[in-house]
């Protein structure tokens, strides 16, 4: 059973927020064969990221910032570690041990990387249509034919001017509207989140 452990596939790294010595010194890893890659951008083979954590914890428990790294981290259900916690000679199931399960926007415990390691399902958002309106001047309803949620690129609509509120006036009578960190915070905990508790009231 040890043996089945120590031979897991070699990681390919990505990191996040570390300093640039810190940068070379994650790949020469690379140079002494103790990792398989370690990549500039993200990749569907990326297997650890390597980020920096805070001495501030949550009970104990390793936490970062919520980096576009640390999303795809989880989406690509990814090992997240600190700098200092990441041993290319220890198996996965030992550095599991240090996995980073806060981060500073939630602040609270939520396991977003390891629910996603152990989720049996496709994709997070598998089954759900996604509108997004106040992002872009491409933003199209017409792609979309069934009822759907709407992620909105604002979280108060009165601080919408009249020609605005107008704008959007047909995403509200179509869609379920929701500020955008209902998609954000959706991926951090690796759940859907209830669009209630994030909810824009209709025009």
Avoid at 35 to 53: G, K, M, P
Avoid at 176 to 195: A, R
Wanted: aromatic share 10%.
């Amino acid at each position: 059973m040890v043996q089945e452990l120590l031979t897991e596939k070699i990681p390919v790294l990505i990191f996040s927020g570390l300093t640039v010595d810190e940068q070379k010194s994650v790949k020469e890893l690379k140079d002494f064969g103790l990792v398989e890659d370690v990549r500039e951008s993200f990749s569907s083979d990326v297997t650890h990221l390597i980020i920096q954590s805070f001495k501030k914890e949550v009970e104990n428990r390793r936490m970062c910032l919520r980096t576009m790294k640390f999303s795809q981290a989880i989406l690509n259900k990814c090992l997240a570690l600190d700098k200092h916690d990441f041993q290319p000679s220890s198996n996965k199931y030992v550095m599991e041990n240090y996995e980073i399960c806060v981060d500073t926007a939630l602040q609270k415990i939520h396991n977003g990387p390891f629910n996603s390691r152990t989720s049996n399902s496709r994709g997070l958002f598998t089954g759900n249509s996604v509108v997004l309106c106040g992002f872009s001047e491409r933003d199209d309803l017409k792609h979309f034919v069934e009822k759907a949620v709407c992620i909105c690129g604002f979280e108060d609509i009165r601080s919408l001017a009249a020609e605005e509120l107008q704008s959007f006036a047909d995403y509200f009578k179509t869609y379920t509207c929701v500020t955008y960190l209902w998609f954000i915070e959706s991926i951090s905990m690796f759940q859907i989140q209830p669009v209630k508790q994030y909810q824009i009231e209709t025009i």
